[in-house]
């Protein structure tokens, strides 16, 4: 049976009178973690207890700002999240969990003038990732930025229409991945793509 105990700290507060912070630092101690097994399609085939300690530990910073510029309202956001999860006694000791970045930051802007709005967002992952429980190496994930862009225009106050322009830079990536055991070469197959550049159109109404 998975135990955990975890330890957790935050604070809150503002920064120059003008930014405000949330953080938070935590740290678990986790025996007999749950391990999930996959075949090549991506579909979960078991599921076992894991015969060791794992550490899971990182820290999660946000920052949010609201300014004015006449009537625009501009509301900035940004977020990092840091990971550490790794083995700390059993077979894969000394070994990172698969599949979980070290590093997430996700940024936000967000433009507001009168019925108009328009914004932009990124997604970005700077580091390599293992995908095996071994850390092989044979195959990561890797690196990926993903920029967003979209503007919404509110004629009444129910109905919002909007477009969005997702991925615009194209970027090739592998959204996600299997975690196995050891990766046996570089073209096994382990890593799902993520989507390239779309448009999409829609409308909310609020009744």
């Known amino acids: 049976q998975q135990k955990a105990t975890t330890y957790e700290i935050g604070a809150r507060g503002s920064l120059l009178d003008s930014w405000y912070y949330d953080l938070a630092i935590y740290h678990a101690i986790v025996d007999n973690e749950i391990v999930l ?15 060791g300690t794992s550490w899971h530990q990182g820290v999660e910073l946000a920052l949010n700002k609201t300014q004015y510029l006449g009537s625009t309202e501009l509301d900035y956001n940004l977020t990092w999240t840091f990971n550490r999860y790794t083995f700390q006694s059993g077979l894969y000791q000394g070994k990172h969990l698969p599949t979980i970045p070290d590093h997430i930051i996700t940024a936000q802007i967000k433009a507001k003038h009168g019925k108009f709005g328009a914004g932009a967002d990124m997604n970005y992952v700077p580091t390599s990732t293992p995908v095996d429980y071994v850390n092989s190496g044979r195959q990561e994930l890797d690196p990926y930025l993903i920029v967003n862009v979209g503007v919404d225009y509110q004629p009444i106050t129910d109905l919002t229409l909007w477009a969005k322009v997702d991925n615009i830079l194209d970027e090739n990536y592998a959204a996600m991945s299997v975690a196995r055991d050891k990766v046996g070469s570089s073209k096994q197959p382990t890593q799902f793509p993520g989507l390239g550049r779309s448009v999409n159109i829609g409308f909310q109404y609020k009744y």
């Open 37 to 51: 097994t996959y075949d090549d399609s991506g579909t979960q085939m078991g599921a076992f207890n894991y015969q």
